[in-house]
């Protein structure tokens, strides 16, 4: 953690609560008085979940690394950071990394402060256990995010005291794993059930869902070691972890009573919030001034936000190609289709005074279906993303959450561990009623898409499982991890699909478009796919400003090729 960062930490949990409280006793709280109140001991959880739904975590920055630089979302931006993800290019220094680490470190440093407060407070049992039991699920949560995406962390269990108790060397995989499964088996022993427990708030069921999630990820670093995780650690076999992944989302399933909503539609209505599907879900408003990550998914004037006069930051984050083309291809007709991405064309709203009401051409374009020569700018070769919007937005804040877990995904992560547990036609059957969902129209019951063949073989169900967490799951801040766990030979087709892809594109369009990943500048990009260089991009960098400021972490700590 960054000097700056540890001095607010220091500053704020012991000079405030003990020194300015001396200078005004009748308006400051110590500790003991904050945690001997259900009141303030509330109040202490709702500050990490601001910092949870804040933009150096889910309410931006998340978005930014976990889109941008999946191998399958890019940028349509110049700024140098968003480029350096989406030329899988990145920097030891990159602004967003840094951020989003930073993010993390704040948020568990006050989740370490709940749990020591808590531990021997006097307040009703009740609410203490329920308490604790959120501050553990979401420092679970937190530290799977850092160790799939860094790799070895320094793990941190208590408060910062000082500068030199924050200098705490990288954690093998292994303890930061441990840790993750210890804090969430006690998030399932203190959580209550979904009825018992306030709507945005974990749940005990959301605990065994990142249960099972978390034993999938363990079963890929079984059996890719040094894809880039060590795997000595791990102690049983693949299947082993298969299995306790497989059981433990068969319990949600069966369970924790969630279900699909009717239509995939009513997932994207931001005033429809906490449906049947979602299982753990943060609130993002216009009073907590958090969610800025929406208009970086979506074009600028769309017709779609008809109150804002604004383009700027608009379409930063967008999809591949290859992505739309997959879902196309799979399921031609597809309503999912519409409800996840803007493409072919597009209209600026009537609000704006500067060409309203005009037409703008975006992908997909064929020789037959060309937008007027001059009629299409680089910035606009891509399709946009489209769930996250607000109709009443105007400028800058809007009220749409993050579903950072819906039972969509529980039953892909059903269907996945069943097909690798041999159970290849029940985990057909589980996606299957994904695509039943799919067939709902708010017109009615559409032909596609079309149930998957009970006689696909266990390594085609394999491939096209992977392939329907991209098609269902888009843009859902799933695919980055997704993309890699299965090792460098899966992630190199992804690359590979991408430079395919452009060519295939050069080789029939006649428009002039710019081929490649957007930035502003019309660059032909195309991946790397050497083993160093796909190695390289299975992880971020680690924060030179971290390795800069720990006295415990050297720049020989990096990771593998930065």
Same mark, same amino acid.
């Given at each position: ?13 012991? +000079? ?20 001997? @109140? ?32 999946? =191998? ?31 993010? %993390? ?13 808590? /531990? #021997?407070?006097? +307040? ?42 924050? %200098?705490?060397?990288?954690?093998? $995989? ?5 840790? +993750? +499964?210890?804090?969430?088996? @006690? ?18 069921? &959301? ?71 979602? $299982? ?23 017709? =779609? ?13 967008? &999809?591949?190609?290859?992505? *739309? ?9 597809? *309503? ?14 009537? !609000? ?22 001059? /009629? ?7 399709? %946009? ?38 159970? !290849? ?41 992977? #392939? ?29 699909? %991408? ?25 032909? $990009?195309?991946?790397?796919? !050497? ?24 720049? =020989? ?6």
């Amino acid at each position: 953690m960054n000097k700056i960062y540890i001095f607010y930490i220091v500053l704020i949990l012991f +000079i405030s609560c003990e020194d300015f409280l001396e200078e005004r006793p009748t308006t400051q709280f110590n500790k003991d008085q904050i945690y001997s @109140k259900e009141e303030g001991a509330q109040a202490a959880l709702n500050a990490c979940y601001a910092y949870f739904s804040n933009s150096s975590m889910y309410g931006l920055r998340l978005h930014t690394i976990l889109s941008v630089g999946s =191998g399958t979302m890019t940028a349509g931006t110049t700024s140098s950071a968003f480029v350096e993800l989406a030329k899988m290019d990145i920097q030891t220094n990159n602004t967003y990394i840094a951020q989003a680490y930073e993010g %993390h470190y704040v948020t568990i440093n006050a989740l370490n402060d709940v749990l020591l407060n808590l /531990e #021997e407070s006097s +307040i009703d049992e009740g609410v203490r256990d329920r308490i604790m039991g959120e501050a553990y699920f979401l420092r679970a949560q937190s530290y799977f995010n850092l160790v799939r995406l860094l790799g070895p962390v320094p793990l941190v269990l208590e408060p910062a005291s000082s500068i030199e108790s924050a %200098h705490k060397p990288r954690t093998p $995989i292994g303890e930061v794993y441990n840790t +993750i +499964i210890e804090d969430l088996e @006690k998030a399932w022993e203190l959580l209550p059930e979904s009825e018992k427990q306030s709507r945005g708030r974990a749940q005990k069921y &959301a605990a065994k869902f990142l249960l099972s999630k978390v034993y999938i990820a363990m079963a890929c670093i079984k059996e890719n070691p040094g894809e880039p995780f060590d795997a000595s650690w791990l102690d049983q076999s693949a299947q082993s972890y298969w299995q306790k992944a497989y059981d433990f989302a068969l319990d949600v399933y069966s369970n924790g009573g969630y279900s699909l909503v009717s239509n995939f539609s009513e997932l994207w209505d931001c005033y429809n919030k906490y449906t049947s599907e979602s $299982i753990f879900e943060l609130e993002e408003n216009v009073v907590t001034g958090s969610t800025t990550f929406m208009y970086h998914y979506l074009p600028g004037y769309w017709e =779609g936000l008809p109150l804002t006069n604004s383009s700027n930051n608009y379409g930063r984050i967008r &999809a591949m190609r290859e992505s *739309y083309d997959l879902h196309f291809e799979r399921y031609e007709g597809d *309503y999912r289709l519409d409800e996840t991405y803007i493409h072919t064309l597009y209209r600026r709203n009537m !609000t704006t005074t500067n060409n309203p009401g005009r037409i703008y051409y975006t992908y997909p374009f064929t020789r037959d279906n060309l937008p007027p020569t001059g /009629e299409m700018s680089s910035s606009d070769e891509l399709p %946009h993303l489209k769930k996250y919007k607000d109709p009443r937005f105007t400028a800058f804040d809007a009220n749409v959450n993050v579903i950072v877990y819906r039972f969509a995904d529980l039953i892909l992560m059903l269907a996945e561990t069943a097909n690798e547990l041999g159970k !290849t036609g029940e985990a057909i059957g589980y996606v299957n009623q994904l695509l039943d969902r799919a067939r709902n129209t708010p017109q009615g019951r559409n032909l596609v898409p079309a149930d998957w063949d009970t006689s696909l073989s266990q390594s085609e169900t394999r491939e096209l499982i992977m #392939e329907e967490r991209l098609i269902e799951l888009k843009g859902e801040l799933h695919e980055w991890f997704d993309n890699r766990r299965r090792g460098i030979e899966y992630f190199r087709g992804i690359l590979q699909n %991408h430079n395919d892809r452009l060519d295939d594109l050069s080789n029939t369009m006649t428009y002039d478009f710019y081929f490649g990943i957007v930035t502003g500048s019309g660059d032909n $990009i195309q991946y790397s796919l !050497t083993d160093d260089y796909v190695k390289k991009n299975l992880l971020c960098p680690f924060p030179m400003v971290e390795i800069s400021a720990n006295n415990n972490i050297t720049e =020989g700590d990096q990771n593998f090729g930065y």
